[in-house]
Antibody, heavy 122, light 112 residues
Framework: QGQLVQSGAEVKKPGASVKVACKAS????????IHWVRQAPGLGLEWMGW????????NYAQKFQDRVTINMDTSISTVYLEVSSLRSDDTAVFYC???????????????WGQGTLVTVSS | QSALTQPPSASGSPGQSVTISCTGG?????????VSWYQQHPGKAPKLILF???KRPSGVPDRFSGSQSGNTVSLTVSGLQAEDEADYFC????????????FGGGTKVTVL
């Protein structure tokens, strides 16, 4: 069925960077795209980007293209989200999510990580 | 990609039905069929309840149904139960060959 386990909460100062890990288990890691979604406190869901573990290619929402990097370590079935130049309005829960179907970037988000709270505060 | 438009709130009494709309322009919806819906309870991760507009993943009750008309897709929850009180988000493949996704702003459903 598949499980995604994320790294723990982070507190960062404005201007810093954060790297959130998402470890996959219980399925063939390279077969399913992984997306990242963020949710600011009390607000809605926001799609950030995806990575194709088989080819290593990525795609980002235009809003995040300059500050977000998604990469991976296939040897440990782990995907990473790095956000640079953090601002206070980046304070949010970040989720990694796995697609329902293999081999496609079309996001039907069946498996969710537990979420990682990143707090940006001076 | 701009967010899809959902009403901020909806409500119904137990046993009644509630319908939530999700509207996008041509640049938001890619083909009007790659749409999914998510239910989120407070403090929890979202849960996939519909995909391909109207298909239910295993384990999702048939009280949840989806439809599409023009540039609007809808989620209907029939036979409302207390546990249906949650936030609901639509999500679509974005238009414009961006190969990305876009969410709606979310609808808070209250069971009266």
């Amino acid at each position: 069925q598949g499980q995604l386990v994320q790294s723990g909460a982070e507190v960062k100062k404005p201007g810093a960077s954060v790297k959130v890990a998402c470890k996959a288990s219980g399925y063939s890691f390279i077969d399913y795209y992984i997306h990242w979604v963020r949710q600011a406190p009390g607000l809605g869901l926001e799609w950030m980007g995806w990575i194709n573990p088989k080819a290593g290619n990525t795609n980002y929402a235009q809003k995040f293209q300059d500050r977000v990097t998604i990469n991976m370590d296939t040897s440990i079935s782990t995907v990473y989200l790095e956000v640079s130049s953090l601002r206070s309005d980046d304070t949010a829960v970040f989720y990694c999510v796995r697609n329902l179907y293999p081999g496609t970037y079309v996001g039907y988000f069946q498996n969710w990580g537990q979420g990682t709270l990143v707090t940006v505060s001076s | 990609q701009s967010a899809l438009t959902q009403p901020p709130s909806a409500s119904g009494s137990p046993g009644q039905s509630v319908t939530i709309s999700c509207t996008g322009g041509n640049s938001d919806f890619a083909g009007y069929k790659f749409v999914s819906w998510y239910q989120q309870h407070p403090g929890k991760a979202p849960k996939l309840i519909l995909f391909d507009v109207s298909k239910r993943p295993s384990g999702v009750p048939d009280r949840f149904s989806g439809s599409q008309s023009g540039n609007t897709v809808s989620l209907t929850v029939s036979g409302l139960q207390a546990e249906d009180e949650a936030d609901y988000f639509c999500c679509s493949l974005a238009g414009g060959n961006t190969f990305g996704m876009v969410f709606g702003g979310g609808t808070k459903v209250t069971v009266l």
